[in-house]
């Protein structure tokens, strides 16, 4: 990012607003969790601030994508639904490994 404006690159504002709506969604899984007694508050912390992070990421990694190819809406197209496939892809696998992990204990 350079010094010499105060704007933010599209990958930069996309990871954001996605880490905000990765943040808000997790918040209102985690806390019926927390709630219910299942987990203890800096568990539900350490959850939200990590999906988050993935949000975040998935987000910033789609816009950078996009703008690579900007100037070509099919390639653009099939690489935003791609990505967003392939982070679905992800996500569900990491969620299936904690899932077995906390069934395993």
């Given at each position: 990012m350079s010094n010499s404006r105060d704007a933010?690159?599209?990958v930069n504002r996309a990871m954001i607003a996605?880490?905000?709506v990765g943040a808000t969604s997790?918040?209102?899984?985690?806390?019926?969790?927390?709630q219910s007694g299942e987990q203890s508050l800096n568990q539900t912390a350490v959850n939200?601030?990590?999906d988050a992070t993935k949000a975040g990421l998935i987000s910033g990694g789609v816009m950078a994508v996009a703008n690579a190819s900007a100037g070509r809406p099919l390639l653009t197209m099939l690489?935003?639904?791609?990505?967003?496939?392939?982070?679905?892809?992800l996500l569900d696998e990491v969620q299936n490994k904690r899932d077995d992990h906390d069934t395993a204990e």
């Open positions: 933010l690159s599209p996605g880490a905000l997790s918040c209102l899984a985690q806390w019926k969790t927390y939200v601030a990590r690489a935003i639904v791609s990505a967003g496939v392939a982070g679905m892809y």
